[in-house]
T-cell receptor, first 115, second 112 residues
Framework: NAGVTQTPKFQVLKTGQSMTLQCAQDMNHNSMYWYRQDPGMGLRLIYYSASEGTTDKGEVPNGYNVSRLNKREFSLRLESAAPSQTSVYFC??????????????FGEGSRLTVL | RKEVEQDPGPFNVPEGATVAFNCTYSNSASQSFFWYRQDCRKEPKLLMSVYSSGNEDGRFTAQLNRASQYISLLIRDSKLSDSATYLCVVNSPGGGADGLTFGKGTHLIIQP
């Protein structure tokens, strides 16, 4: 039961470096999401993809780009990492649109530190 | 502005006790409500949806008070394994991913 798989689980970057977080789900879900979670803050949506071929900005998209490669995969790219992007990143998926169901299935998270 | 407020705690509760905590939301037009559970350094997982009439799942009861704009979670006969952070999640008009707002969570510690 893989569910939602994220890689890498841990990463340390220097300011200005780039990297891509990978996410794949095996539940045949239509929608996929990237959130970040910071101490003292709730989960905040970075980008989402309601269906294959579409992506939309969430609450905090600046400094990030995404690609919905196919139905299974949704990647998050940091083009020029900044210390403010130090966070735990969660990928999630859902079977149906979230206005019908609030059930998100999350990956285990990717802990990113930018020095 | 979307806001979902929770008491961060921690709530320190002896095993076997009953504990309840609330979550308030600012958007009166919010449509659906959920409680998620997040264990330390783990991902959030859906605990239960909150229905207008209130709902129960074993030792857990969730209620919605639209007039006062809050939802509640009650845990009876608490177990050590209930120790976690409980996230309140509200879905607001417009719906979709950007209508889903997470609270910052309430930290619960069940003590033996």
């Amino acid at each position: 039961n893989a569910g939602v798989t994220q890689t890498p689980k841990f990463q340390v970057l220097k300011t200005g470096q780039s990297m891509t977080l990978q996410c794949a789900q095996d539940m045949n879900h239509n929608s996929m999401y990237w959130y970040r979670q910071d101490p003292g803050m709730g989960l905040r949506l970075i980008y989402y993809s309601a269906s294959e071929g579409t992506t939309d900005k969430g609450e905090v998209p600046n400094g990030y780009n995404v690609s919905r490669l196919n139905k299974r995969e949704f990647s998050l790219r940091l083009e020029s990492a900044a210390p403010s992007q130090t966070s735990v990143y969660f990928c999630a998926s859902s079977e149906v649109s979230l206005n019908l169901s609030g059930e998100l299935f999350f990956g285990e998270g990717s802990r990113l530190t930018v020095l | 502005r979307k806001e979902v407020e929770q008491d961060p705690g921690p709530f320190n509760v002896p095993e076997g006790a009953t504990v309840a905590f609330n979550c308030t939301y600012s958007n009166s037009a919010s449509q659906s409500f959920f409680w998620y559970r997040q264990d330390c350094r783990k991902e959030p997982k859906l605990l239960m949806s909150v229905y207008s009439s209130g709902n129960e799942d074993g030792r857990f009861t969730a209620q919605l008070n639209r007039a006062s704009q809050y939802i509640s979670l009650l845990i009876r006969d608490s177990k050590l394994s209930d120790s976690a952070t409980y996230l309140c999640v509200v879905n607001s008009p417009g719906g979709g991913a950007d209508g889903l707002t997470f609270g910052k969570g309430t930290h619960l510690i069940i003590q033996p």
